[in-house]
């Protein structure tokens, strides 16, 4: 099964099943229908849509998860699950972009023809926030270099205020970027496409920031200071806690240095809480996670290797959370109240994923308020990759489990009780959500499966995989097919079952030798 969507109890979570969705109790099991059909039906009611959309399951739905998005008729509506009659948002005018609600649920914002719009359910009707969009200027939106590079395909550039109240949007001007070529084959008689698509030592798209208020009105453009804007790229856009502050991750081209930026308000100049600098390369780690007290913890490489650092409010770095020769990957949660801050961490190798636990302490402003708590495991496997899905509260968790030759196994587990000092006791299975056995495998006939390391003259180790035909016999030459990619860290040699390598075995059938290998700039070994 797929990793659930947690309610905000942290009891239950939503699964979809048989094209409904259920509403889980996680420690039983015990599930219920969590959507009405009936009732849906009757919302919808004055659209002759409705029957087809109460029989599927809902998505685009509210943050409290009380009512959903739906296109009737290429209008945009917010169909409700209790029955309540739904509101038509717009009327059609052309396709919808990035929809999203706002934190609070009381607005949503889109994307059409390159242009910003929002609107009030409480006062229907779209809202244009930008005008200059069009061919080669994006509002809200990548271009080709921002989604495919900069958010990893991931296109949305426009990021709602805590609050609701105000947008901070990406501007991305194009007309600088030369055209490329592109010949579409699939034509009868082929066609000719021009793409803007910067080559090495090409310019980049110019890009600006602005915050405009969500209720319309004439967009701020953020001061970047005496950055120069062909020699600009902004990594990543947020708001803090205050709801009135944005933040900015903003690097030089080449992307060898990074400043924390912040505006205390759109109006005022920049301020740099900090920099991470390096000869080679600085990624962006994720979001950072603000504290209480208004300082954040934050990913950073500065170390060599990938840790979960606390910066105060005014950019100082009061030093590392977790330290050693291994990496934390993502930060799932963050628990003010007891002190506990979980992730994802490479600490029994780069090749596989385990779940950890580190403490903070918050004695109070000029007290040392980091202990450090490296390795501190709450999840014991040690030969394979855990996929965690925490409840956003309480003790629960899911993790999807698969080894080499393991396939995944979804489990619930519950934390050891910080409270109660059990933080050195292992994580409980309370039930086994999916034992996945993959009978299958036992109609087929796989080749030898093997993990090397390759030591290189430095003391740095490759790591690689070998899948062998199921007749190898080692006094005879194969074919060997090599299989490698450099993007930063991004390791395909993992410690996980990977559906089975399928496209590995199929080719070892076949009766070649198939070999992949991370080299150091894919490895995760360390920055």
Not at 37 to 48: F, G, H, Q, V
Not at 155 to 163: E, R, T, V
Not at 215 to 235: E, F, H, N, W
Not at 260 to 277: C, G, I
Request: glycine share 10%; hydrophobic share 35%.
């Amino acid at each position: 099964i797929q990793p659930p969507t947690w309610l905000p109890d942290g009891e239950h979570f939503l699964q979809i099943r048989e094209g409904k969705l259920w509403k889980v109790d996680a420690r039983t099991g015990k599930a219920e229908v969590f959507v009405d059909p009936e009732k849906l039906k009757r919302s919808l009611a004055s659209y002759k849509e409705a029957d087809a959309i109460s029989k599927r399951a809902p998505t685009r739905m509210n943050p409290d998860k009380t009512a959903m998005l739906v296109d009737v008729g290429g209008d945009l509506a917010l169909a409700y699950f209790d029955g309540k009659p739904a509101v038509k948002l717009a009327k059609s005018d052309g396709s919808r972009e990035y929809l999203t609600f706002s934190p609070k649920g009381d607005r949503i914002a889109f994307v059409r023809g390159n242009n910003l719009f929002a609107i009030d359910p409480a006062n229907p009707g779209e809202k244009q926030l930008t005008t200059d969009g069009g061919v080669d200027v994006f509002n809200g939106k990548g271009d080709w270099v921002y989604e495919e590079e900069i958010f990893m395909r991931a296109g949305q550039a426009y990021w709602w205020s805590p609050d609701g109240s105000q947008l901070a949007f990406m501007r991305l001007d194009d007309a600088p970027v030369k055209k490329f070529n592109i010949v579409d084959t699939i034509p009868t008689r082929g066609r000719l496409e021009e793409y803007r698509y910067p080559k090495v030592g090409d310019p980049n798209p110019t890009v600006s920031l602005h915050v405009v208020p969500a209720s319309g009105g004439k967009p701020v453009r953020l001061d970047l200071g005496d950055v120069k804007l062909d020699d600009l790229v902004i990594a990543r856009v947020g708001w803090l806690p205050n709801a009135k502050s944005v933040f900015a991750y903003v690097q030089n081209r080449t992307q060898t240095r990074m400043d924390f930026t912040v505006w205390d308000t759109p109006e005022s100049k920049p301020r740099a809480l900090f920099r991470d600098q390096t000869k080679a390369w600085v990624d962006d780690t994720g979001p950072p996670h603000f504290l209480p007290d208004g300082s954040l913890l934050y990913l950073t490489d500065r170390s060599g290797y990938r840790h979960l650092h606390r910066f105060s409010a005014e950019g100082k770095d009061l030093g590392s959370i977790t330290a050693g020769p291994w990496e934390v990957r993502d930060v799932l949660r963050v628990d003010a109240k007891a002190n506990q801050v979980y992730f994802t961490a490479t600490v029994n190798g780069s090749t596989k994923l385990d779940l950890c636990s580190g403490v903070i302490e918050w004695p109070g402003p000029g007290a040392k308020s980091i202990r450090v708590y490296s390795g501190r495991f709450v999840e014991p496997y040690s030969d394979g990759t855990n996929q965690i899905a925490m409840a956003p509260v309480g003790p629960l968790f899911v993790t999807r489990f698969s080894g080499l030759e393991n396939p995944t196994t979804v489990l619930l587990r519950e934390l050891p009780d910080p409270f109660k000092n059990e933080l050195g006791g292992w994580p409980k299975v309370i039930r086994v959500l999916d034992s996945n056995p993959v009978y299958e495998r036992d109609d087929y006939r796989f080749g030898r499966f093997e993990s090397v390391t390759i030591p290189m003259d430095d003391g740095f180790n490759l790591k690689g995989t070998l899948v062998y035909p199921p007749e190898f016999d080692p006094k005879k030459k194969y074919p060997v097919w090599l299989m490698t990619y450099a993007g930063p860290h991004m390791p395909s040699v993992r410690e996980g079952f990977g559906g089975g390598r399928l496209l590995d075995q199929s080719l070892a059938s076949s009766g070649i030798v198939v070999f992949r290998v991370d080299p150091r700039s894919a490895s995760g070994e360390s920055a």
